[in-house]
């Protein structure tokens, strides 16, 4: 089971940093992704990250923003997010998926790739 956490409300030009514990599995050898939905709009792909240390790849817009990491021994992976704007403003979800014959690309493209979501919280970035 995954459980976001992290959300708030940020001025724009902020930064909030956000957590997924994983409990009842590990996700080291998995991917994981981070995956948002704002009102009104479809979820899309924010990061994803290969299995067991493997690289990570971004959305366009969270390109040099956004950044992912992992703390194995806690079983919890973040997504740092500055410099916020606010079509930032989304519920933030993180999924775990074995992504047999797909890659994190894709992935991060499709959404239903990901077999195991958490539920989200909300960022909501004012200006």
């Known amino acids: 089971q995954l459980q976001a956490s992290g959300g708030g409300w940020v001025q724009a030009g902020g930064s909030l940093r956000l957590s997924c514990v994983a409990s009842?599995?590990?996700?080291?050898?998995?991917?994981v992704g981070w995956f948002r939905q704002a009102p009104g709009k479809e979820r899309e792909g924010v990061s994803c990250?290969?299995?067991?240390?493997?690289?990570?790849v971004y959305a366009d817009f969270a390109k040099g923003r956004f950044t992912f990491s992992r703390d194995k021994a806690k079983n919890t992976v973040y997504l740092q997010m500055n410099s916020l704007k606010s079509e930032d403003t989304a519920v933030y979800y993180c999924?775990?998926?074995?992504?047999?014959?797909?890659?994190?690309?894709?992935?991060?493209?499709?959404?239903?790739?990901?077999?195991?979501w958490g539920k989200g919280t909300l960022v909501t970035v004012s200006s």
């Open positions: 990250t290969a299995p067991n240390g493997g690289n990570t």
């Open positions: 009842g599995r590990t996700t080291n050898d998995v991917a």
């Open positions: 999924a775990a998926g074995a992504l047999e014959d797909v890659t994190i690309v894709q992935a991060l493209a499709h959404p239903d790739y990901m077999d195991d």
